[in-house]
């Protein structure tokens, strides 16, 4: 599941990202309404998590625009501080649940769970980014309805490239993650295997999915310093 987290405190949506991760979703952080604004056209959540005090919101848009620019998306609303008359105002504007500061996130992930029951939303098996699919279940990857044949460590790779879309990731990272190693002695090997991936998944492709982010790592999808 794509989720979209719009939070301006930096230790908190790093720790909603960092659990909802773990929770199979494919999570996106902003933190102003300037940078949702600026998603690409056609860019879609099937959820989103939106803190009311994110700075940059619109004239006369109280939910950063989400609920006018996904009106079919459930949106779910934190607080650190909000009145019973304020929570219905913004229930009433569009947002699906309300969830004031301090939270569990145990909680918090239960009531994402519960928002997306009742949209008839179940959590998918499929991860879907631009024209690429992974069947999380069977394995199976396809771009541009093109079946592509991976390893299993390439397509732990892939997966965990995924759940950080247009994110880098270190190296080490991705070694930690995929390898369950720590240090740098699988670094290379790293190197190598996004060979492999960038071999198959963008062979053919005038839109490369697969970056290096030069002194940093590597991302899948995104400009940020990418060649």
Not at 89 to 111: I, Q, T, W, Y
Not at 177 to 200: C, E, F, H, P, S
Request: proline share 5%.
């Amino acid at each position: 599941m794509r989720l979209l987290v719009a939070e301006a405190d930096r230790s908190l949506a790093e720790s909603l990202q960092s659990r909802f991760q773990q929770e199979d979703f494919s999570v996106r952080v902003i933190s102003d309404c300037g940078q949702l604004a600026a998603l690409a056209a056609g860019t879609a959540f099937d959820l989103v998590l939106l803190d009311t005090n994110v700075p940059g919101a619109p004239e006369g848009e109280p939910l950063c625009g989400v609920a006018s620019r996904w009106p079919n998306t459930p949106l779910i609303l934190i607080s650190a501080e909000a009145s019973a008359e304020e929570r219905v105002r913004a229930l009433n504007a569009g947002a699906d649940d309300f969830l004031v500061k301090p939270f569990s996130l145990s909680e918090l992930v239960a009531r994402v769970r519960a928002v997306l029951r009742r949209q008839n939303r179940p959590v998918r098996d499929v991860f879907v980014f631009e024209d690429l699919e992974v069947n999380r279940v069977s394995h199976e990857v396809r771009r541009a309805g093109r079946a592509i044949d991976l390893s299993p460590k390439e397509y732990a790779l892939l997966e965990y490239l995924l759940r950080n879309p247009g994110t880098p990731v270190a190296r080490a990272s991705i070694v930690a993650d995929v390898w369950r190693m720590q240090g740098d002695a699988l670094t290379n090997v790293v190197d190598v295997y996004i060979n492999y991936l960038r071999r198959k998944i963008d062979a053919g492709s005038e839109h490369p999915l697969i970056r290096t982010i030069r002194g940093v790592g590597y991302q899948i999808g995104g400009n940020h310093l990418a060649r």
